[in-house]
């Protein structure tokens, strides 16, 4: 029988744990590699920016055993695995988000015809999602440092709003919103210290969770950005010589050496 959860491992999905084709799906390697170590007591949740829907279709096609403990989406939702294949809302945790969140949008939400044009006047947007839930925005990446510098300029005034981003995409959140933050509260509720976690990403948008703020069981795989490869470093975690999933293969890897 497998051991009491004694270790979690919170994991970004994009450029650090998925593949792509022929469909969005985590990495076969990595999936072997977490079933393999199940039994010593360890379990994994998935820290993503992308919505639960599609965080709940890949963990749909897992095998039940195999399945992540729990969703953290958009930096600021917490989904529990019931144990039947279903993600359950931990409730008053996510009110409490969405009541922030729509405090935020209903004072800068108007702002958001005239943002998305200036954004359209200066750069190529190769893709961008305005609705109720985001206002987000993605360029080239030569061109992301500059969008993300007019962005911060659209906030100046709204200290309850921040820029956030992933290696694509910069985006607009509740200040208070973090993957930080959001682990921090899952590994509360299911009642895993925090110097049990081990997380692993590499976007900007990881980097409160890998600056040591959680856990000092931090890493990110040879791709990340460099202010994340430096955030890991200053907080004396892992920096993988290999990319992607392979790089969160070995981060697991040698941190169970010294947990397990």
């Not at 270790?7 to 084709?21: N, R």
């Not at 993503?48 to 829907?53: A, Q």
């Not at 906030?155 to 985006?171: V, Y």
């Amino acid at each position: 029988m497998p051991q009491p959860n004694r270790i979690l491992i919170a994991l970004d999905l994009d450029g650090t744990s998925v593949s792509y084709f022929p469909r969005l799906a985590m990495d076969g390697a990595l999936v072997r590699h977490l079933a393999s170590v199940r039994d010593s007591g360890v379990a994994w949740v998935m820290n993503s920016d992308r919505y639960t829907d599609t965080m709940a279709d890949i963990a749909s096609m897992l095998p039940a055993e195999q399945k992540p403990l729990a969703l953290l989406s958009c930096q600021r939702f917490i989904h529990l695995h019931d144990g039947n294949g279903t993600y359950l809302p931990v409730e008053a945790w996510n009110a409490g988000q969405t009541a922030r969140h729509m405090e935020l949008w209903k004072k800068i939400r108007p702002l958001f015809p005239q943002w998305r044009a200036q954004v359209e006047s200066q750069f190529t947007l190769l893709e961008s999602v305005v609705n109720d839930l985001v206002f987000a925005c993605r360029v080239s990446p030569d061109r992301t440092p500059a969008l993300r510098e007019v962005m911060q300029q659209f906030i100046q005034g709204h200290p309850d709003a921040q820029i956030s981003g992933n290696q694509e995409w910069t985006f607009i959140l509740h200040a208070s919103f973090s993957k930080a933050r959001v682990l921090k509260k899952c590994a509360e509720v299911l009642s895993i210290p925090t110097d049990h976690v081990i997380a692993i990403g590499d976007g900007i948008n990881d980097i409160t969770m890998l600056n040591g703020s959680v856990t000092k069981f931090v890493g990110c795989p040879a791709n990340a950005s460099p202010e994340v490869i430096r955030a890991v470093r200053n907080a004396g975690g892992i920096v993988s010589d290999a990319h992607e999933a392979a790089g969160a293969i070995d981060i697991i890897r040698q941190f169970l050496k010294k947990l397990l």
